[in-house]
């Protein structure tokens, strides 16, 4: 498909975005340096995007699992998956994109110790696309002793903390962080931690558990 002059544009300032945040990290990013690396005028990303907060939120995205991807877990495909079976997914899916998108990571870095406009809206929409898919477990969790949300959210944190930790540290508690050895024992690690989830989030198909909710009898 031939993209539009404005597309174009579009697709060549994010690529500024990134390279930007790849070289200077976030305290280098706004929209003069984004423009100037682009070869635009900082007007029309202010026309495009509405300045800097839209910028982002556009290239998130395109790069961000929850911004851009989540609803892969909650298709028609996932109705016959397990509920252990869609939070592994969707913790592999994360540390794949991590890994492998270095601006994405600094993004995330960025966001642990900022707090502004556009940190802020980049986590409420995470937040609310992740509360979706918790949502739909919870929802079909009959086990009142088993806190799902709090149980996926410190797998989660680990995921994203020892991502992020790789850039300073080689390893942590013995774990290399940057080598696909390391990430094998982590993802085992993941694999074991939800072995702690109700038996049925286990055994059953998030259709299975749905039909059940709806009629307990």
């Keep these: 498909m031939t993209l539009t002059r404005r597309q174009q544009t579009e697709q060549k300032i994010m690529q500024a975005l990134e390279d930007q945040i790849c070289e200077t990290g976030m305290m280098g990013v706004g929209v003069n340096a984004i423009a100037k690396r682009a070869g635009v005028s900082k007007e029309?990303?202010?026309?495009?995007?509405?300045?800097?907060?839209?910028?982002?939120?556009?290239?998130?995205?395109?790069?961000?699992?929850?911004?851009?991807?989540?609803?892969?877990?909650?298709?028609?495909?996932?109705?016959?998956?397990?509920?252990?079976?869609?939070?592994?997914?969707?913790?592999?899916?994360?540390?794949?994109?991590?890994?492998?998108?270095?601006?994405?990571?600094?993004?995330?870095?960025?966001?642990?110790?900022?707090?502004?406009?556009?940190?802020?809206?980049?986590?409420?929409?995470?937040?609310?696309a992740a509360r979706t898919f918790i949502d739909a477990l919870t929802s079909v969790n009959d086990d009142d002793d088993a806190d799902i949300a709090a149980m996926v959210g410190i797998m989660l944190a680990g995921v994203l903390y020892l991502s992020l930790r790789s850039k300073t540290e080689t390893h942590f508690l013995g774990v290399p962080l940057r080598t696909e050895e390391g990430w094998d024992r982590i993802q085992n690690a993941l694999i074991q931690l939800s072995a702690s989830l109700p038996e049925p989030l286990k055994e059953q198909s998030l259709e299975s558990l749905r039909k059940q909710s709806a009629d307990p009898s």
């Design 44 to 128: 029309l990303i202010y026309r495009y995007f509405n300045g800097l907060p839209g910028l982002m939120l556009q290239w998130m995205q395109t790069q961000d699992f929850w911004t851009g991807k989540s609803s892969m877990l909650l298709d028609d495909k996932a109705e016959t998956r397990s509920p252990q079976q869609l939070i592994l997914t969707m913790l592999n899916a994360q540390i794949n994109a991590l890994a492998s998108n270095d601006a994405l990571k600094e993004i995330r870095r960025w966001e642990l110790i900022e707090r502004n406009d556009v940190s802020a809206q980049l986590a409420t929409r995470r937040e609310k």
